[in-house]
């Protein structure tokens, strides 16, 4: 079961959503074609310990699969990546995080980007 929360609910949901979903941070608007950092963590801080941890951050643009970084309880469940701009011919696209935590599941997050 996927759980997908949008824009709004990172600031309004519950504490146990902000530490399941995989809140995407990056530039509202980027050149086509350009690199641009992108960065995945949680609304607030998830446990991460033996019995309960965030297992797996990926990233998509689109339907398009970008990557995947595992984690294990030892570390900070967040990421900083580049990614490449698609070409001029879009006029925006869309990031889509999902994030697996071992105990409640898959949770998702997408974020519209425009292109300059």
Request: charged residues 30%.
């Amino acid at each position: 079961m996927t759980h997908y929360c949008g824009i709004n609910r990172m600031k309004e949901g519950t504490d146990f959503e902000k530490k399941h979903t995989p809140f995407i941070e990056c530039k509202d608007r980027v050149k086509a074609n350009a690199y641009f950092e992108v960065k995945i963590s949680t609304g607030i801080p998830h446990p991460m310990e033996d019995a309960h941890f965030i297992h797996w951050i990926e990233l998509y643009m689109g339907d398009l699969y970008l990557a995947r970084v595992d984690f294990t309880q030892f570390m900070k469940p967040e990421v900083k990546m580049m990614v490449k701009a698609p070409s001029k011919e879009h006029e925006k696209f869309t990031l889509r995080a999902l994030m697996r935590c071992n105990l409640h599941g898959v949770w998702e997050y997408e974020k519209e980007i425009l292109l300059e």
